[in-house]
């Protein structure tokens, strides 16, 4: 059961805040003679390809994982710092399962709403769907700045979470910090800012997890499957206010994040340098795609970008183009459909020889469609 005067216990469901949380095995003892999880003692039937030696379980995964991923939090505070503590972090698999959890413990079915800025991530709108949760929506400016005014002007009592996605997607595009801040600092909301950060990692504005021990209303989604190039693994993050993050330890299934995510994950932490040099190549060969791009007649506009993507706009034919070119092999995303894209496409920045086939596709595409 969870007291307090935090921000947690101020707007959290009542029946999460009493909720007693599921006590694993591992949450008593995690070393010696282990008879009390009912695991298999003879070790795992299959092991992970690059398991080299079959009689070395490389991974003991014939063991329920850590519930809480202490190492893998320690390691994660230290490299984004600002005084974060492993208590501020929850680990999940992927950004999904922060949001879904944040809507779980914080929105009330059928009574209670949340802010989105739409053009944003889907997932928002799916989740409040499931949980039976409302929507208010706020769009972008043409531009893709958020309506700092209009916003909380458009939230409720019932208003518990604010979603922006900083860089956005589609939009590619940071919110300045400065922005964010008059959010968390306003009195006329009294919910939690959720600062998406999916893609922060190739932006200079910096990260909302300076904004936390200043505001305990504001709280961080952060992954592992785009700068650390490990979507495969499924490893997020959420970081904020202590009362929050353990509201949402006590609601996560028992064993979330399996033992090979977690290997996986802390190996990661440790090879910060080959983070570093992928980030600076996938820079360098955003800023040539830009440029290509710029230079072709039939793009009317190139968005600037603070992600691994980029956002353009042709004359027209934009859906017709995504599909023939996913026909051919290189595959983008159609966003002509959100608000402000029209004739809009969403590229990933590829290595350079993926990055020139798609601009010869691309090129070949038009010319095609011109002729006919």
Same mark, same amino acid.
């Given at each position: 059961m969870t007291t307090g005067t935090g921000i947690a216990a101020s707007i959290a469901r009542k029946n999460i805040l009493e909720l007693h949380p599921y /006590?694993? =095995?591992?949450?008593?003892?995690?070393s010696g003679v282990l008879l009390d999880a009912n695991e298999n003692a003879y070790g795992p039937t299959?092991?992970?390809?690059?398991?080299l030696d079959p009689y070395d379980n490389c991974n003991t995964l014939e063991r329920y994982p850590d519930p809480y991923q202490i190492g893998l939090k320690e390691l994660y505070a230290k490299y /984004?710092?600002?005084?974060?503590?492993?208590?501020?972090?929850f680990v999940g698999v992927g950004s999904d399962e922060a949001i879904d959890l944040l809507m779980r413990i914080f929105c009330y079915p059928a009574k209670d709403n949340i802010l989105i800025t739409p053009p944003t991530y889907g997932m928002y709108k799916v989740c409040a769907k499931v949980n039976d949760v409302s929507l208010l929506s706020v769009p972008l400016t043409p531009d893709f700045d958020i309506r700092v005014s209009e916003m909380l002007?458009?939230?409720?009592?019932e208003t518990k979470l604010l979603f922006i996605c900083s860089p956005g997607n589609p939009t590619c595009k940071a919110i300045p910090l400065s922005e964010i801040e008059k959010v968390a600092s306003s009195e006329k909301y009294k919910g939690l800012v959720v600062v998406d950060e999916a893609y922060v990692d190739f932006s200079k504005e910096g990260s909302a997890i300076e904004l936390v021990n200043k505001y305990p209303n504001v709280v961080v989604l952060q992954t592992l499957s785009k700068a650390f190039g490990l979507a495969g693994i499924r !490893?997020?993050? !959420?970081?904020?206010?202590?009362?929050?993050?353990?509201?949402?330890? @006590?609601?996560? =299934?028992?064993? @979330?994040v399996n033992s090979l995510t977690s290997e996986v994950a802390i190996n990661a932490m440790k090879s910060i340098s080959t983070l570093e040099k992928n980030i600076a190549s996938l820079l360098a060969q955003r800023e040539v795609v830009a440029k290509e791009l710029e230079a072709l007649d039939f793009v009317v506009k190139v968005y600037p970008s603070d992600s691994n993507f980029l956002l353009f706009r042709v004359k027209d034919k934009a859906i017709e183009m995504y599909k023939?070119?996913?026909d051919k092999g290189v595959v983008t995303r159609y966003r002509g459909s959100e608000m402000h894209c029209d004739q809009c496409i969403r590229v990933t920045i590829g290595t350079e020889e993926e990055n020139k086939k798609f601009l010869q596709l691309l090129q070949d595409t038009w010319k095609d469609f011109q002729s006919k």
């Open positions: /006590r694993c =095995a591992r949450d008593d003892y995690s299959s092991l992970p390809t690059k398991c /984004r710092g600002h005084g974060m503590k492993p208590e501020n972090i002007d458009a939230v409720t009592d !490893c997020g993050f !959420c970081i904020g206010a202590p009362d929050v993050i353990q509201l949402m330890n @006590n609601v996560k =299934a028992p064993y @979330n023939t070119m996913a």
